[in-house]
């Protein structure tokens, strides 16, 4: 039976975000992973309360709530990559290990410049969302075609082996996956 991981990238309308896009001229600016269709888990490095970009860690996101649940319309595009039994269980102890030390992990907020002007900089402990998403992906077995710490969230668009199986918005996906019975929902 095959098993996917899904790559999510979006783009909220909080102040940051539309900085980012302006400044990248790209359509979306944030990436999070999740091992289910439905998306009742999705993770990603991102603000821990709502209202304030810092402090910045690992966090579930929830779809329709925290920052997520801020804006009524999130344009996102969703990528489904086929991995192995082993790399599930992979993904998963990598998850659970961000989930039981989040407090010792960090926002990569210096990282966030050398990132965008293509400076490989490894900091252990912090991470973006887009590099987050790369570490965890080569940490399960998914070769990447560069550094970790250089990979931004929009080139998981175009990421080797990730079929798009959505473009629209976050809220909408959300709401109609969660009401198909199990077996359509891949």
Not at 73 to 81: A, D, K, L, M
Not at 104 to 110: F, Q, R, V, W
Not at 123 to 151: H, N, W
Request: with cysteine; hydrophobic share 35%; charged share 20%.
């Amino acid at each position: 039976m095959e098993e996917f991981i899904y790559l999510i990238v979006a783009q909220t309308g909080t102040k940051p975000a539309r900085f980012f896009k302006f400044f990248t001229r790209k359509p979306y600016n944030h990436v999070s992973l999740s091992g289910d269709i439905t998306l009742s888990e999705m993770y990603s490095f991102c603000r821990t309360y709502r209202p304030f970009p810092l402090p910045a860690t690992f966090n579930k996101e929830t779809v329709g709530e925290g920052t997520l649940g801020k804006f009524g319309t999130i344009p996102c595009e969703i990528y489904r990559v086929t991995v192995t039994h082993e790399q599930k269980q992979r993904y998963n102890r990598v998850i659970d290990h961000f989930a039981a030390n989040r407090n010792i992990y960090s926002y990569n907020l210096l990282g966030l410049l050398a990132v965008y002007l293509n400076i490989e900089w490894n900091r252990k402990k912090s991470f973006v969302c887009s590099q987050f998403v790369a570490y965890t992906m080569d940490k399960i077995g998914i070769e990447l075609e560069k550094p970790f710490c250089l990979y931004k969230p929009d080139d998981f668009r175009h990421f080797p082996g990730a079929t798009l199986i959505y473009s629209g918005e976050l809220n909408s996906f959300y709401n109609n996956i969660r009401l198909l019975p199990i077996r359509e929902r891949n």
